[in-house]
């Protein structure tokens, strides 16, 4: 890989099944060294797209290279770790069997493997004065546990290039931060990492660049504050101390003000009418008797790009902004 090639690059690749097409000519370059989204609702093409770029399954046309080679080069599977999102461990068998299993058939062995498990199973909590859950089975782990485990799975090897498919559908709080602490980690490291998900908020938060999709097809892509610049009117974000006053609704309901509120009860997002101007609306406001505790402005977020550029139509089930 020269220093100039992408981590990835798809050129006009398509796949069909029957009579359903999964991806539409899709095109993206993932730079190395980022961390980059592949975005949209379930059911978009997303782990298509995955298996794909993984040589699982093959496309119907189109080119695939990772880190300067052809998708079906062999000895990608050396320089590529892969979390799909069906979680494909063994359930009886022992969590470090586990991981010794998996390690090996990435050619690891010995000392070097056993020192690589320890270190992972102590990075993601999974090791301690309390606890090692390296000698459990991996039945009595919990889902998110398990999770963890897998996740090492993908990452023994040291890869270059990590991809994960939806690596943080289910978990709670405390391990999707361990995961996303271990994302940024990889990225200081030089690696490149690219998850699918439909949790815009994660997305915001962690990558440098994203592509959304909807049925197969690219939306947008770019990096991330290119995209909220490019798209969609500015917004103010409102945040009230208790429920509004009708004074302060029929403000909210002019339309020479506000062109669209999307209420969270106690958070509001404005999109201001054309002609109006934040300052104008604030005034407003204030003179209503509106208990204000933030009002600022803001670019839109990755989740209100898709739904005013693809249609909430098009968002199915599981389709959020939270993540």
Sequence with gaps: MRMADPAL???????????????????????????????????????????????IIAPDRGEIRLLGRA???????????????????????????MLRFLGELKGLSGRDLERRIDAWLERLALRDAGKDWGGAKVEELSRGMQQKVQFIGALLHDPALVIL??????????????????????????????????????????CDAVCIIARGEKVLDGGV???????????????????????????????????????SHRYLELELAPEAQAGALLARLVAAGAPIERYERMRPSLHRIFLDKVGGTHVEAGMTGHG
Excluded: C, W
């Excluded at 060294?33 to 794909?52: D, E, Q, S």
């Excluded at 559908?169 to 391990?175: C, F, I, K, Q, T």
């Excluded at 429920?243 to 209420?263: E, G, I, N, Q, T």
């Design 165 to 206: 498919d939806e690596p943080f559908s289910g978990l709670d709080p405390l391990n999707a931060q361990a995961l996303k602490d271990t994302v940024v980690a990889l990225r200081q490291a030089g690696r490149t990492v690219i998850f699918s998900t439909h949790i815009m908020d994660n997305a915001e938060r962690m």
């Design 225 to 263: 504050a290119a995209v909220r610049e490019a798209h969609g009117a500015p917004l103010v974000a409102l945040a009230l101390d208790g429920a509004p006053s009708p004074a302060v609704l029929a403000v909210l309901a002019d339309p020479a003000l506000v062109r669209r509120v999307d209420d």
């Design 71 to 97: 998708s079906h080069d062999p000895a990608l599977a050396d320089v590529v770790g892969y979390l799909p999102e069906e979680r494909g461990l063994y359930r009886k068998m022992g969590v470090r069997r």
């Design 9 to 55: 690059l798809l050129r006009d690749v398509a796949k069909a099944y029957a009579n359903h097409v999964a991806v539409r000519s899709l095109s993206l370059s993932v730079p190395a060294g980022t961390v980059y989204g592949l975005l949209g609702p379930n059911g978009a093409g997303k782990t298509t797209t995955i298996r794909m770029i993984l040589n």
